[in-house]
């Protein structure tokens, strides 16, 4: 059993100690500490310690439970070796980088991302595309800059390296990386390779001395040192721990159809690389707790005699910065493996607290900050219920480890950010529980970006899109599966966000909020870098409005069509770089090209699918419906003058509503004409509840096509008209125009009363506490 | 004669305090009230959860109507200003069945306000160091059940110790702008129990009322009995402060 040495079991809750010194200190007022310490035992119970599991044995989960993971999709393998200087805040270390050309294409360059040179100067693209803001962080004095300084490249096999001699520069013999305690392997033949940091140092190219062809295999080595930004963006330090992220030089993808990609770091631009399988060596203090993508396959730890110089330790094991180091000065080597993944990250803090869960035999290791252990709980609960939902939905999870890592206090920049097997979560807002069971309760703050970071296994995880270029596949497909993990946790339809007492917000409110203000100023399926922080609109239009974008569609064509649909995409998907096309073809090859909607008096109306979805990815149409206006009037009849069959005009009554009021006149004289205008530019059919006088309701579909449309109701009073009553149009944001009473109706807006009664409340409130 | 009887034979007080604040109190909320309903007309909303949700929306397109709320709370604090000051002496003559006329009561006013604003360097003083000592007793419960209802403890003892204050400078000749009127009465309150304890726990029923009618409103949203039920919470409260006052008053001349 694998375990770390230094991970503190879950510490007895204080409370304990605390109610001992109560009893001394307040001698004097005995009635109030009475009272105090009657309430603080309530809250002394302590959590059992859960079970801590122990380290799987494989990386994968076995084949019967995983699937197949096909073999074509094993790209890229990584050997990485790294050391952490803890007082520099420094990872040396080097990569061993071997690639599969697995397309018909020839190469002579190797493109890689530096990831981390987008830290390291104002000019860096993602510097000047965030002006050293991120989300929760942005750049300090401490810390400012993050970079990547790449030593040196070799070529250590490569299908022509035996003619070595043709090569400008001579092969030279060198010793394998040592692994696994086993025998050294022959030493290699090398070739020092040229390269150069691109136009923007987020990117590099590695020049080949010949083409790599179809089927080629070659490893190129490449040694480099990283320093560490203080945490921005998902990586960096605080004090202490040590997010390390995006920080080995990571090999770009090569398409068939478009060559090599390796796109420049910007604000929006997240991670784009082939599956592999990687073996990673980590030295580190030995009292860093270590959280990593994979399962750890050794530990030695190495005393401090054995290691190199404690550069920085002062006496006491305090460091130069001020952070604690481990005092002995004692090292740890910590071997890890991962296979089938796109990326490897790994986090360190003497503070993690661990706390293990499981489901169905994936081991979930929490690394949480001790003041927040009480949520861990929590925390498993809501992983466990995305692992059932996502396993339901979109197939099997294929690793057999899952690591959620809390970013302490002052780090939160690291939070909410997803790799594989690995996620960092966001802590959970900071109410007491007898306020959440009682008056006010939330379920965004830990759970929902629990949830979303979990999804994102899948959604980018294992169906590896091209974040850059089409982020509405991987951010917004992600959210909005999200959303139906959710509905299955909480078995509804539309469950709630926000609680106070009885009143909810729910996530279609919180979408339509979302949607509202910024969620409109560009094509939801715009690349990455298309989005401009200085609008703040990227996470309205590629998360929210995505979402709602597909949860609209799931509503419109039926919720069991819909989620095949997606069951569809997940399986083409798995282990693939799919393409926002790949998702349309399977949405519509499921659902079809078009889609007859009924509604309940036999009418039908043709939804065109494809339609649908060019005017929500590719336009910044809206969906907006209002009631125009309900209008009761006299039927027509065939009162007045009339020729007869000689030609004469006979007749000449007057019409039955000229001496009656319109309400005086029986049902089947009067007529309801109800238009309904469109008032977006989004054209999607839209239904509409009649509600009539007589208490009976009527469903009618309109096709939205005309700008405004008219409905008409003979013999009949139409009291109340609701559009879309069922709360299908997600992407419908403003529905404070959707009902309407016909104005001889006089009953109360809905809203106006429960406001006033609230102010008159809180007026009364407030003038009673002045007695 | 005892602090219940008090508040009953000074029928006419509780039923000027009740008709003032619920007077008020509808004038404000209508308002409100007229305002939403200019905003959202010619429309509705329906009653199928998503209130909050509407009301969102409703404030995201009507962003004035928030200085309509701000405008309610201000009112209803200065009401609440006046009536801790003003008020409060001829509550009290009241309360004792003093032959002094209410306008002749006015001109403790000043020294009320005195004695009020004294009494606030003491209870912060007071708060301060109770907040110290709860944190460090519960570091990680400050906002539990615990600290809460420790916290409302604290506070309902200083509201004693100011209603105590108030009865001497208005009834017993006590100084009337020197600060040793506010802070004897804290020590007075500590070692009469049998004026603090019905005090704080009156204090307390005040409060719950006051939370009591804010949590009705936002949990019945709009039903039709609602308001009733939160202006019966009103009359509640009024009688539980008054009858507080009536316990200060009860308690008679400061013990030396």
Redesign the interface.
Same mark, same amino acid.
């Given at each position: 059993m694998l375990l770390d040495p230094n991970a503190r079991a879950i510490a007895p809750s204080p409370p304990e100690l605390s109610t001992t010194r109560c009893g001394s200190r307040l001698r004097g007022s005995k009635l109030l500490c009475a009272l105090i310490l009657g309430l603080m035992f309530t809250g002394c119970s302590e959590a059992p310690e859960p079970p801590r599991l122990a380290e799987p044995t494989s990386a994968l989960r076995p084949e019967t439970q995983r699937g197949l993971v096909p073999e074509d999709a094993r790209v890229t393998d990584y050997e990485l070796e790294a050391r952490l200087d803890e007082a520099l805040h420094q990872v040396t270390g080097s990569a061993r980088v071997t690639w599969r050309n697995r397309t018909q294409r020839s190469v002579d360059t190797l493109p890689f991302h530096l990831y981390m040179n987008g830290f390291r100067a104002e000019d860096a693209a993602w510097m000047q595309t965030s002006r050293g803001n991120h989300r929760r962080s942005k750049q300090e004095e401490d810390g400012a800059w993050g970079y990547i300084d790449i030593h040196a490249v070799r070529l250590q096999a490569a299908p022509w390296l035996e003619a070595a001699p043709r090569l400008k520069a001579a092969p030279r013999l060198e010793a394998a990386t040592q692994r696994d305690g086993s025998e050294p392997e022959a030493p290699r033949a090398s070739v020092d390779l040229p390269w150069r940091e691109d136009a923007d140092p987020s990117t590099m190219t590695v020049d080949l001395p010949q083409t790599v062809g179809p089927g080629d295999v070659i490893t190129v080595q490449l040694d480099f040192t990283v320093q560490l930004p203080r945490v921005i963006a998902r990586t960096g330090y605080y004090e202490d721990f040590h997010a390390v992220a995006q920080w080995y030089p990571k090999l770009g993808v090569l398409e068939e159809e478009a060559g090599w990609q390796a796109h420049t770091f910007t604000v929006h631009d997240e991670f784009y690389a082939d599956f592999g399988n990687y073996h990673v060596t980590l030295d580190v203090a030995s009292n860093m707790v270590v959280g990593a993508t994979g399962i750890r396959t050794a530990e030695e730890l190495v005393p401090a005699e054995q290691t190199e110089a404690t550069d920085g330790l002062q006496e006491g094991g305090s460091q130069e910065d001020g952070t604690e180091a481990d005092a002995t000065g004692d090292r740890k080597r910590l071997t890890y493996v991962a296979e089938m993944v796109h990326d490897f990250v790994w986090m360190a803090d003497p503070d993690f607290v661990e706390h293990h869960g499981e489901w169905q035999g994936v081991r979930i290791r929490q690394l949480i900050q001790p003041e927040h252990v009480g949520d861990a709980d929590m925390f498993l609960a809501v992983t466990q219920a995305g692992f059932e939902s996502y396993h339901n939905r979109f197939g099997p999870y294929p690793w057999s480890t899952l690591t959620i890592v809390h970013p302490p206090e002052g780090a939160e920049g690291a939070g909410g950010m997803e790799y594989p097997t690995f996620f960092t979560a966001g802590d959970r807002a900071g109410l007491p529980e007898w306020l959440r069971a009682s008056v006010l309760d939330e379920q965004m703050t830990g759970k929902f970006v629990t949830l979303h970071e979990f999804g994102h296994q899948y959604f980018q995880g294992l169906f590896a899109s091209r974040e850059h270029l089409e982020p509405w596949l991987d951010e917004g497909i992600n959210t909005t599966s999200n959303m139906l993990a959710i509905m299955d946790r909480e078995q509804s339809d539309d469950p709630w966000l926000v609680r106070l007492l009885s009143q909810k917000l729910h996530y279609s409110d919180m979408m339509r909020l979302g949607i509202a203000s910024r969620a409109f100023l560009q094509p939801q399926s715009d690349p990455g870098h298309a989005f401009r922080s200085i609008h703040r609109n990227y996470g309205s239009t590629v998360y929210m409005r995505v979402a709602a974008t597909m949860l609209t569609l799931r509503n419109i064509v039926g919720h069991d069509a819909f989620d095949a649909a997606m069951r569809v995409y997940s399986e083409r998907a798995r282990f693939r770089h799919p393409r926002g096309s790949d998702f349309e073809d399977a949405l519509i090859s499921s659902l079809g090209e078009r889609v007859e909607l009924a509604a309940g008096d036999g009418q039908v109306v043709t939804f065109d699918v494809r339609d649908y979805l060019d005017q929500a990815l590719r336009t910044t149409r809206q969906i907006d419906f209002e009631v125009f206006s309900i209008i009761r009037r006299p039927l027509g009849g065939e009162a007045g003058w009339h020729r007869d069959a000689e030609g004469q005009l006979t007749g000449g009554e007057l019409p039955a509503y000229l001496d009656k009021e319109l309400e005086e006149l029986e049902d089947d004289a009067i007529e309801s004409l109800v238009s309904v205008r469109r008032t977006g530019s989004f054209i999607v059919p839209v239904e509409i509840r009649f509600e009539l006088e007589d208490g009976s309701q009527e469903t009618r579909i309109w096709d939205g096509r005309e700008t405004i449309g008219v409905l008409s109701f003979p013999g009949q009073r139409v009291r109340r008209v609701v559009l879309d009553p069922d709360n299908k149009l997600l992407l419908e944001w403003d529905r404070l125009d959707n009902v309407a009473f016909a104005p001889q109706v006089d009953e109360p807006d809905g809203l106006s009363r429960p406001v006033g009664d609230i102010t008159e409340a809180l007026s009364l409130a407030l003038m009673g506490i002045g007695l | 004669m005892n602090a219940w009887r008090r508040v009953r034979r000074a029928w006419r007080l509780v039923l000027l305090?009740v008709l003032l604040?619920?007077t008020?109190?509808?004038f404000?909320?209508?308002g409100?009230?007229?305002a939403?309903?200019r905003s959202?007309?010619?429309?509705?909303?329906?009653? =199928?959860?998503?209130? *909050?949700?509407?009301? /969102? %929306?409703?404030h995201?397109?009507n962003p004035g109507l928030v200085a309509g709320?701000q405008q309610?709370?201000l009112?209803?604090?200065l009401?609440?200003?006046?009536?801790?000051i003003l008020?409060s002496p001829i509550a009290i003559t009241r309360l004792a069945a003093s032959p002094i006329a209410a306008s002749a009561s006015l001109r403790h006013v000043p020294a009320v306000l005195a004695t009020s604003l004294w009494h606030l360097l003491p209870r912060a003083v007071l708060l301060a160091a109770f907040g110290a000592?709860?944190k460090?007793?519960?570091?990680? =419960?400050i906002?539990? *059940?615990?600290g809460i /209802? %420790?916290t409302a403890?604290?506070l309902a003892f200083c509201t004693c110790a100011l209603d105590l204050a108030r009865c001497h400078v208005v009834l017993h000749g006590a100084r009337r702008f020197h600060p040793s009127t506010a802070f004897r009465a804290f020590g007075e309150a500590f070692h009469r129990?049998g004026v603090t304890l019905p005090s704080v726990l009156l204090s307390l029923a005040?409060?719950a009322?006051?939370?009591g009618?804010?949590?009705?409103?936002?949990?019945?949203?709009?039903a039709p009995s609602?308001?009733w039920l939160?202006?019966a919470?009103?009359v509640v409260?009024?009688l539980c402060?008054?009858t507080r006052?009536a316990v200060a008053v009860e308690a008679g001349p400061a013990r030396s």
């Open positions: - | 305090v604040q619920l008020l109190a509808a404000f909320s209508s409100v009230r007229a939403v309903g959202i007309e010619p429309y509705a909303v329906l009653a =199928d959860g998503h209130l *909050l949700g509407a009301l /969102a %929306a409703l995201r397109d709320y309610v709370m009112g209803s604090l009401i609440s200003a006046l009536t801790w008020l000592l709860t460090r007793l519960m570091p990680h =419960d906002l539990g *059940l615990a /209802a %420790a403890i604290a129990p005040q409060w009322c006051a939370v009618m804010l949590a009705i409103a936002i949990d019945a949203a709009g609602t308001l939160v202006r919470l009103a409260g009024v402060g008054l006052l």
